[in-house]
């Protein structure tokens, strides 16, 4: 099983819309839990941090359910520059015991229509 | 000042060279990490560093070697490396080892 596993897309979505994303993970030790953005040949850049209450900014929101391993991104009035492929991360505990890393979703890519 | 810097840009290189990629960040992260990425895949973690001590290696091959001289510092040691090692070489830096991650440019190679 996938540690983290996201519906690669494309997601084909005209201007104005709202669009949803959804990730699931493995590990249900895991405490961590952030949504990156990544342009064509650009490096990751941090969108928003996901809490259990869920996170609202601006357009974007996020929620976690721990119970369900599931995370999600909401986008709404989608402009053309949210083009972009978005990833969900999940911090992970590797073995040897203390030492964690960041384990990066495939993906999923969004395209905005105008 | 929030940023990752990562030198130089693109690196080609043959097979029988040994190069250096180069990792800065100013921001007091203590941790720091290198990661690879191949076209339209996500970013695999190589390594991390905390309190520049190397604590995770994935299972690198041995022919990448990276070093941490200090504590805003990280390099990337190349020696023989194979064409399929051609990637995007990303660095990354958080203020400590669970905390969100910030990425530099990263480093295009090419391996001929």
């Known amino acids: 099983r996938k540690e983290v596993e996201q519906d690669p897309g494309p997601f084909n979505v005209p201007e104005g819309a709202t669009v949803a994303f959804n990730c699931t993970y493995s590990n249900s030790a895991s405490q961590s839990f952030f949504w990156y953005r990544q342009d064509c040949r650009k490096e990751p850049k941090l969108l928003m941090s996901?809490?259990?209450s869920g996170n609202e900014d601006g357009r974007f929101t996020a929620q976690l359910n721990r119970a369900s391993q599931y995370i999600s991104l909401l986008i709404r009035d989608s402009k053309l520059s949210d083009s972009a492929t978005y990833l969900c991360v999940v911090n992970t505990r590797y073995s040897g015991g203390g030492a964690d890393g960041l384990t990066f979703g495939k993906g999923t890519h969004l395209i905005i229509q105008p | 000042d929030t940023e990752v810097t990562q030198t130089p840009k693109h690196l080609v290189m043959g097979m029988t060279n040994k190069k250096s990629l180069k990792c800065e960040q100013h921001m007091g992260h203590r941790a720091m990490y290198w990661y690879k990425q191949k076209a339209k895949k996500p970013p695999e973690l190589m390594f991390v560093y905390s309190y520049e001590k190397l604590s995770i290696n994935e299972s690198v091959p041995s022919r990448f070697s990276p070093e941490c001289p200090n504590s805003s510092l990280l390099n990337l040691h190349l020696h023989a490396l194979q064409p399929e090692d051609s990637a995007l070489y990303l660095c990354?830096?958080?203020?400590?080892?669970?905390?969100?991650?910030?990425f530099g440019p990263g480093t295009r190679l090419t391996v001929l």
């Open positions: 990354a830096s958080s203020p400590q080892q669970r905390d969100t991650q910030y």
């Open positions: 996901v809490y259990s």
